[in-house]
């Protein structure tokens, strides 16, 4: 197996995984991207030099993993790959803000390092969201939600093309590589042949994306696609809404953390 072909089977686990008869999967779709959501914004909202207040939202993404059986080695492997994005935002924080914000054990922590920290929790718990919406509920449900909350037809038609084709293109690649491998009998791949390469592979995308097109005419495809799922929302959906967006509106008010430090050594005296 080579790289697109790894790539190829990583795409498609998530959708997988959804396909499962869970708790979190019987939850509406709809639901779970209005409390996916909000929570990214609560998280995105927090300050800097905020990390200890992250530390009660992590209950909401081990719920979902849990609640949806969803296996942690994906899902870190989907992190670890978009974290560079994350730590290029965050490298220069240490540089720019030396000044001293806390005490571990007699020995002060610069502020940087605490913005440096509070970055990458706060990409981890965002986009960690994002992948368990996806791996409990799959994305053409999570399109159909999107459309269903108001989002507009065009913006999730290309959604659902370009995941659905996606697989298309990345297969197609993937033979290309496969056949040259077999006919190149261990040769490097010269920087003239990857460009063919590249080249052969857009027409045959542009020439797929044709006879696609005819055929989705032809079977009276009109630009929407047909809705899938409930359409009324049952009562473990408001409750399973209510709760989370109750918990997020107390973490983003209040110092939890600081609340229960309070209540506990308040106790221990």
Not at 99 to 126: D, Q
Request: hydrophobic share 60%; net charge positive; glycine share 8%.
């Amino acid at each position: 197996m080579n790289a697109l072909d790894a790539a190829l089977a990583h795409l498609g686990s998530l959708d997988e995984l959804a396909a499962r008869g869970t708790p979190m999967a019987r939850i509406d779709a709809r639901t779970k991207v209005v409390v996916t959501v909000a929570y990214v914004a609560v998280v995105a909202s927090f300050g800097r030099h905020e990390l200890t207040r992250l530390a009660p939202l992590a209950l909401f993404p081990a719920a979902v993993a849990a609640l949806g059986d969803v296996p942690l080695r994906p899902l870190l492997l989907r992190l670890a790959i978009a974290s560079p994005f994350a730590l290029g935002v965050a490298a220069l924080e240490p540089l720019l803000d030396r000044a001293p914000a806390a005490l571990v054990g007699g020995v002060a922590i610069p502020a940087g390092w605490i913005a440096f920290a509070s970055i990458l929790a706060r990409y981890a718990l965002s986009l960690g969201a994002a992948l368990l919406l996806v791996a409990t509920t799959g994305f053409d449900q999570v399109a159909t939600a999107l459309r269903r909350l108001g989002a507009p037809r065009a913006l999730v038609v290309q959604l659902l093309f370009t995941w659905r084709y996606l697989f298309v293109l990345v297969g197609e690649a993937a033979r290309m590589v496969r056949a040259r491998e077999l006919r190149a009998h261990g040769r490097p791949l010269r920087v003239g042949v990857a460009a063919q390469l590249v080249g052969v592979l857009l027409l045959r995308a542009m020439e797929r994306a044709q006879r696609v097109h005819a055929a989705m005419v032809c079977r009276g495809f009109t630009g929407t696609f047909p809705p899938r799922g409930r359409t009324r929302l049952a009562a473990p959906d408001a409750a399973f809404a209510a709760g989370w967006l109750a918990f997020f509106a107390a973490a983003r008010a209040l110092d939890l953390p600081a609340l229960l430090g309070a209540a506990l050594f308040g106790g221990a005296r």
